[in-house]
């Protein structure tokens, strides 16, 4: 079974930084991309950045220069570390990990459980 556990999450003042960390476990494949997304309340959920295996990172607009999204392919791991932080970053990260199984070789789309993360001005 596919398990995406999220931790870093927590209060922080306006301008401080958080480093969120989304561990997988249970693949039997290739993941060949994670990324992290992230819902404010009463708001859709949007794209934050993606890496792909390859390491090819993106970044959203309104994150760029601010978070760093980065991956350890041997621990199947990807971390966001997130500074100059804004009030308006204020949200549940959900991870999210793309798997080709190799059995298969279909794509499957997993996803965490979400970390609040609150940054106060």
């Known amino acids: 079974q596919v398990q995406l556990v999220e931790s870093g999450g927590g209060l922080v003042q306006a301008g401080g930084s958080l480093r969120l960390s989304c561990a997988a476990s249970?693949?039997?494949?290739?993941?060949?991309?994670m990324g992290w997304y992230r819902q404010a309340p009463g708001k859709q959920r949007e794209w934050v950045a993606t890496?792909?295996?390859?390491?090819?990172?993106n970044h959203a607009d309104s994150v760029k220069g601010r978070f760093t999204i980065s991956r350890d392919n041997a621990k199947n791991t990807v971390y966001l570390q997130m500074n100059t932080l804004k009030p308006e970053d204020t949200a549940v990260y959900y991870c999210?990990?793309?798997?080709?199984?190799?059995?298969?070789?279909?794509?499957?789309?997993?996803w965490g459980q979400g970390t609040q993360v609150t940054v106060s001005s």
């Open positions: 249970g693949i039997k494949g290739d993941v060949k991309s």
């Open positions: 890496i792909t295996d390859g390491g090819t990172t």
């Open positions: 999210n990990a793309e798997v080709e199984w190799y059995v298969t070789r279909r794509a499957y789309s997993y």
